[in-house]
């Protein structure tokens, strides 16, 4: 008895905090995105979580514009300020794709009606200060999730975007370094496979994440040299293989 009650508890925690899709992702089926379509040649989606940060982001820009490289940003709603506003336009000018994250796992404790309207607001005011909407993804915090959160997403026709089996850049109980990230990702990377690291830190919206701006620049030319293009979760039909980004901000 004790041993089904202690297995159907495993499987709801799971189903909640799983760094893969599990037993809510298959329930949602095309609301839970995991892993692109592959592509010939192949595609890599690279994406970066809570920013927008002014310490790392445009730097992380730079990097990504020299190599004419796309990605998708997930950014938390209150790391959206006037001061950050302008690297949000950024994104959008030089073709990246921009997308909504959140900074606590509370949003899963929400009803589907106010997590609907919650990401409706923070839309709404990236687009107040870009000019353009996100597309219609989220990330939740840590990939915490909840029945009520996919509920929500269907009503505005929203996706939950997770990344692809173990390639994140978090390297459990140890610091993070261009090193450790560079390494932990490049030999684990196939076609179609979604990657998550961080520009950003949700408690600390100036933290300097220089070791991701690292990672990406030693890994952009040999993901290249593979044959790699980059595309975008909101626009996976488009991976800019040969297209160099120009900026039209100074």
């Known amino acids: 008895m004790w041993v089904f009650i202690a297995l159907g508890v495993g499987i709801l925690a799971l189903a909640h905090t799983a760094p ?51 990605a998708t940003f997930f950014l938390i709603d209150r790391h959206i300020t006037a001061d950050t506003a302008p690297l949000v336009r950024r994104m959008f000018a030089e073709g990246h794709a921009v997308a909504l994250h959140s900074h606590t796992r509370a949003y899963m404790l929400m009803s589907p009606e106010t997590f609907a309207r919650t990401l409706t607001a923070a839309a709404g005011r990236i687009e107040q200060v870009a000019g353009r909407r996100p597309c219609r993804a989220f990330r939740p915090h840590a990939g915490w999730r909840s029945w009520s959160m996919y509920a929500g997403l269907k009503k505005i026709d929203y996706r939950m975007v997770g990344w692809s089996w173990m390639l ?4 459990w109980f140890q610091r993070r370094t261009a090193d450790s990230v560079y390494n932990r990702v490049r030999h684990r990377i196939g076609n179609g496979d979604i990657v998550v690291m961080h520009d950003g830190d949700e408690s600390a919206p100036f933290a300097d994440q220089r070791h991701t701006v690292q990672a990406i620049e030693r890994l952009l030319p040999e993901l290249r040299a593979r044959g790699y293009g980059f595309g975008t979760i909101c626009d996976p039909n488009d991976a800019s293989q040969d297209r160099v980004i120009t900026s039209s901000l100074p």
């Open 168 to 171: 994140w850049d978090w390297n």
């Open 20 to 70: 893969a899709p599990f037993l809510f992702d298959a329930i949602a089926g095309d609301r839970s995105v995991w892993h692109m379509a592959r592509r010939t040649p192949p595609v890599v989606y690279l994406t970066f979580d809570d920013g927008p940060n002014p310490t790392t982001t445009p730097d992380l820009l730079d990097v990504l514009a020299r190599a004419g490289a796309r």
